[in-house]
């Protein structure tokens, strides 16, 4: 199975921030690479798609680059509405796998 | 729009099965695969397998092989997900969702409060 490792597992950043999250896979998965945004009581929404593509509807202050094992989700500029954890997923084989999570905490 | 309704909370013993259901609308419920996860409380996002909801094919994650049995039935547009032989560690929130054509998945259900205790 491919192993997802995120970091940092937890930040806090006030509203206007840049926050950068990473996600590190065991092996290359090319592009194969989304972005969830989970908060409280909900289910995860869908936020990048193949590394760097935006889901229709996610506002554009989220990014996402890499390819092969090493990839990052941007936010570039924090908004209130911006907490909950965040995973990594790769889809380039089975077993799909997720990144532990990082928890973002509005200051 | 596209949305997944599923069924509502469980209490099952140890050594129980568990049957969640999942009901698609908004779209063509035979053109997408659906997904399992499920996520213990405070945990991350575990993948279960997957389902071909127009031909009935399957693929499990090997930790639930033989334990798990993923069905549907089209003209309710309904996907299901049985898990057997429960032990306390399946308590957990268990989510189905389409999977796109990229493999990402979007949108998923509401999740399915699965608790497991004598």
């Known amino acids: 199975d491919i192993q997802m490792t995120q970091s940092p597992s937890s930040l806090s950043a006030s509203v206007g921030d840049r926050v950068t999250i990473t996600c590190r896979a065991s092996?290359?998965?090319?592009?194969?690479l989304n972005w969830y945004q989970q908060k409280p009581g909900k289910a995860p929404n869908l936020l990048i798609y193949?590394?760097?593509s935006l889901q229709s509807g996610v506002p554009s202050r989220f990014s996402g680059s890499g390819s092969g094992t090493d990839f990052t989700l941007t936010i570039s500029s924090l908004q209130p509405e911006d907490y909950g954890n965040f995973y990594c997923?790769?889809?380039?084989?089975?077993?799909?796998?997720f990144g532990g999570g990082t928890k973002v905490e509005i200051k | 729009q596209v949305q997944l309704v599923q069924s509502g909370a469980e209490v099952k013993k140890p050594g129980a099965s568990v049957k969640v259901s999942c009901k698609a609308s908004?779209?063509?419920?035979?053109?997408?695969?659906i997904y399992w996860v499920r996520q213990a409380t405070g945990q991350g996002l575990d993948w279960m397998g997957w389902?071909?909801?127009?031909?009935?094919?399957?693929g499990y994650a090997q930790r639930f092989q033989g334990r798990v049995t993923m069905t549907r039935i089209t003209s309710v547009s309904t996907a299901y997900l049985e898990l057997s032989s429960l032990r306390s560690e399946d308590t957990a929130v268990y989510y189905c969702?389409?999977?796109?054509?990229?493999?990402?998945?979007?949108?998923w259900g509401q999740g399915t409060l699965v608790t497991v205790s004598s």
């Open positions: 997923q790769q889809n380039y084989n089975t077993p799909l796998t």
């Open positions: 193949a590394a760097s």
């Open positions: 092996q290359s998965i090319s592009a194969y």
């Open positions: 908004g779209y063509s419920f035979t053109s997408y695969d």
């Open positions: 969702a389409r999977a796109l054509p990229t493999r990402a998945v979007d949108p």
């Open positions: 389902m071909n909801p127009h031909n009935g094919n399957t």
